[in-house]
């Protein structure tokens, strides 16, 4: 049981970072919440935002959202599989990519293939949002603190953390929940 | 724009070894909350000046075309050109090891204790203001984006939401959907 919770996490993992184009892992969010919470049961929509709020929060790439789905699902292990296959195959198109870069940067379609992926990205970072504010949001005073975070990154360039961190406050108050 | 050896040639600092690229790049993973790019660049061209500003520019272009996280390739592309194998390995082990610790802890904290009286209460707020930092992503990469090319953007935008948001599809059918209804119409924008 706990070996195929591994193999899928691994193969999921390293397809949702393949799938992953023009802005970074918060376009295979919807998928990964799905595969989660809807697909494999590891965890409930409300643990899936806990956890996507805590790799925001955290240091390093936003992509360790999957460590987390990973120790949820099947332990330490699983985080370490599940990062791993999430890291080694863009690694490697990376790596065999960047040696002739210089080559295709150039080329045609390359703005053409930007150009198309770009409103693609957008459309599912915008699902993204209103999944994690879905299931974060199950009350009045947290769909405010969503839409000041959102309006305080909008229009500050100020670092995001201080959204978070004031949210973090406002909740260990125990006005929120 | 020579980007094979421009660290080297230019008059920034010399290559650096493959520890120091391991510790640059552990620099970068610590300081990076809420996006790494911006650190990145302060790191690699302001402090260690490493990279020139247009060889920053043009790898992280390759970064942003290639999938997964832009750092990630950052770090892999930029280690492998200055030692091979060897940086790339010593610049995404530099960029993973500290937050995937630091990640385990905070996770292992909340599944043990996030149930917990008020910390329920700061999870619920903090997974709140998280959802408000996507909403301000979305809107700053669509607004642009929809200026510039309003007729191909918005129906993209409003099927990649609606199919992935609202119906959940699995990813690869979205994608398989609308990549080549969005690659044919930057095609033809293009001519």
């Known amino acids: 049981m706990k070996g195929g919770v591994l193999t899928t996490l691994a193969f999921q993992c390293s397809m949702l970072a393949l799938l992953a184009f023009g802005g970074g892992v918060n376009t295979v969010v919807p998928e990964l919440q799905r595969q989660a919470v809807d697909v494999h049961h590891w965890m409930d929509a409300r643990t899936f935002s806990d ?56 080329s045609p379609w390359r703005p053409v293939v930007q150009g198309g992926v770009a409103p693609v990205a957008v459309g599912l970072i915008s699902a993204s949002a209103f999944l994690i504010s879905k299931s974060a949001d199950h009350a009045p005073l947290l769909i405010l603190i969503t839409l000041a975070a959102a309006a305080f990154c909008y229009f500050t360039k100020r670092n995001p953390l201080w959204a978070l961190g004031a949210a973090a406050l406002l909740g260990l108050t125990g006005v929120v929940s | 724009m020579a980007t094979q050896s421009t660290s080297a040639e230019e008059g920034s600092n010399p290559a650096p070894s493959l520890f120091e690229l391991y510790l640059g790049f552990a620099q970068i993973s610590v300081s990076a909350f809420g996006g790494a790019l911006p650190w990145a660049r302060r790191i690699l ?16 272009a390759l970064c942003q075309f290639l999938p997964g996280p832009n750092i990630v390739n950052l770090s892999i592309a930029f280690g492998n050109r200055l030692h091979g194998w060897r940086g790339a390995l010593a610049a995404i082990v530099g960029l993973m090891a500290a937050p995937v610790v630091i990640i385990l802890i905070l996770g292992s904290l909340y599944l043990r204790f996030g149930q917990i009286g008020n910390l ?72």
Do not use: H, Y
């Open chain 2, 45 to 60: 061209v302001e402090r260690r000046k490493w990279m020139e500003p247009e060889d920053f520019a043009s790898t992280l």
């Open chain 1, 51 to 106: 956890l996507f709020a805590i790799a925001q929060a955290s240091p390093g790439p936003n992509m360790l959202i999957v460590c987390l789905v990973g120790l949820k699902a099947a332990g330490l292990t699983g985080a370490l599989v599940a990062t791993l296959a999430a890291c080694v195959p863009t690694c490697l198109l990376t790596f065999v990519v960047s040696g002739f870069w210089d080559r295709i940067r150039n």
């Open chain 2, 120 to 191: 329920r209460g700061m999870f619920a707020a903090l997974a709140a203001a998280a959802g408000g930092l996507i909403v301000a992503t979305a809107a700053q990469m669509a607004i642009p984006l929809i200026r510039k090319t309003p007729v191909t953007a918005i129906p993209i935008i409003v099927a990649g939401f609606v199919l992935a948001g609202l119906l959940r599809w699995p990813l690869p059918a979205v994608m398989a959907v609308l990549a080549p209804i969005g690659l044919l119409l930057a095609w033809r924008g293009r001519a």
